[in-house]
C-alpha cells in the first residue's frame, strides 16, 4: 500500500512537471506577450500542485517553473535576459551575475511553499476549500510578482533601467505599476483558476488523498 501511494504521488507530481515544461515551450501558453513584460500564467500549475501536494512538492514544481525561464531566457535571449540567466552578460559588462539565479529560481520556489502554507491555514480554519484555493492562488501570484520585481531593482536596478530606457529614479515607481497593474491582474486570473481547477481536482478520486 505504501508503495502504491509513493508511485502514485510520484506519478502526480510528474504530470505537473509535464505542465509546466509544455507550457514553457508552447508559445503564448505560459508566457502572453503584453508589450515590454510577459503576462505569466505558467504558476498557476505550481499554485494547483502546491494546494494538492503541499509544500514540499511545491517547491518542487516552483524550482521547475525557475528552470525553465532560466532555460528560456538562456536560450532565446531578450534585452532583458540578464536579470533571469547567469550566461547572459549584464548590460555594460562581459559577464553574467550570479544573482540572476537568486532571481529565476527563488521566488518561483517560494510561489510553491507560500501557495501551499496559506491553503492549509485557510483549511484549518474552516474557510471553504473554493475560498482557501482562490486565496492561495492570488497569495502565490502576487509573490512571483513582488519577489521577481523587488530582485531585479535589488540586485539589477542601474541595469535593467537602462534597457527599458528610463531614469534609475523612475524605476522603483515603474516597478510599483507592474505589481499593482499587471501583477494584479495575474494574481485575480491565478485565483480563479485555482479555485475553479483546484477545487475540482481535489473533489477527483484521481486526486483524493487516502
Known sequence: MEHNNRTKEL?????FVAVIIVMSVVPFLGYIPLGPINATT??????IGA???????GA???GVFGLTSLIKNTVSPNASSFVFSPFIPVLGSDKGSLWALVVVL???????????????????????RPIACAVAGFVGSMTNT???????YLFFGHSYAAVKDIAYEALLTTIKTIVTGSGLV???VAAV?????GTALLRSAAFRKE
Do not use: D, N, Q
Open 51 to 57: 494546494i494538492l501536494f503541499g509544500w514540499k512538492k
Open 146 to 152: 513582488i519577489f521577481v520585481m523587488g530582485g531585479i
Open 106 to 128: 527563488l521566488p518561483r520556489i517560494l510561489i510553491g511553499i507560500f501557495a501551499a502554507l496559506v491553503f492549509s491555514a485557510m483549511i484549518k480554519f474552516k474557510a471553504k
Open 11 to 15: 506519478s502526480e507530481t510528474a504530470l
Open 42 to 47: 505558467i504558476h498557476i500549475p505550481v499554485i
Open 60 to 62: 518542487l514544481l516552483g
Open 186 to 188: 495575474e494574481a485575480v
Open 193 to 197: 483558476l485555482s479555485a475553479a481547477i
